[in-house]
Each structure stands twice: as C-alpha cells, then as structure tokens.
C-alpha cells in the first residue's frame, strides 16, 4: 500500500504562485510515477503533471510553461509549483501515484487539496 498526504493548496489572486506538496509512504520503492490531477465542479478530473522515478515529466498543455513539477526523492515528496495562476485553475488537486509490480499496475490517490484562484 501507498499513502499520500497533499498539502498546500489555499485562496490566491490572480497572477499568484502556489506550492502543492504530495509526501508518500509505504511501499515506495516500486512507485514508477507519480503526478497531479484536478476536478473542478461538474467537470472530469484532468492530468495536470506527472514524473516517473526518471525524472521525466509531462504536462497537459494548459498548464506547460506556468507549473513545474518535481521530486525530492530522500524525502519521498512530489512538489506542483504552480505560478501566474488563472481564475481556470481552480480545482481540487489529487496526488496521484503508481506502482509497478510484476501482479500489474496500481494506483493510489490523495484526498485532495483545494486551489482556489480569485480574479
């Protein structure tokens, strides 16, 4: 099993910056990828960033050019740097994890932090 514990998320203006952090724990060390998704009300949760324990990341296009996504592996703990924020990026944002083990793929989630951007 994986736990992961969001944090970060709050109210920001426009044109803001906010730092989400995913800490994970557990059975770790066969996690291949891990990233941020978001679901806005009435909407389907969306990719925003992923990883892979390579350090290749992916972004969806809306957001490329305005978060970074990154790992500190020694403390397990995946960061969404997330600058020049739009009032469309309010969401609540789930860290998201998988691991890969030779029984398949599974997948874990966080409980979610809220992002809230006023205009």
């Known amino acids: 099993q994986v736990q992961l514990v969001e944090s970060g998320g709050g109210l920001v203006q426009a044109g803001g910056s906010l730092r989400l952090s995913c800490a994970a724990s557990?059975?770790?060390?066969?996690?291949?990828?891990m990233g941020w998704y978001r679901q806005a009300p009435g909407k389907q949760r969306e990719l925003v960033a992923t990883?892979?324990?390579?350090?290749?990341?992916n972004y969806a296009d809306s957001v490329k050019g305005r978060f970074t996504i990154s790992r500190d592996n020694a403390k397990n703990t995946v960061y969404l740097q997330m600058n020049s924020l739009k009032p469309e990026d309010t969401a609540r944002y789930y860290c998201?994890?998988?691991?890969?083990?030779?029984?398949?793929?599974?997948?874990?989630w966080g409980q979610g932090t809220q992002v809230t951007v006023s205009s």
């Open positions: 557990g059975i770790i060390f066969t996690i291949n990828v």
């Open positions: 998201h994890a998988q691991r890969r083990t030779t029984y398949g793929l599974y997948d874990y």
């Open positions: 990883i892979t324990s390579g350090g290749s990341t």
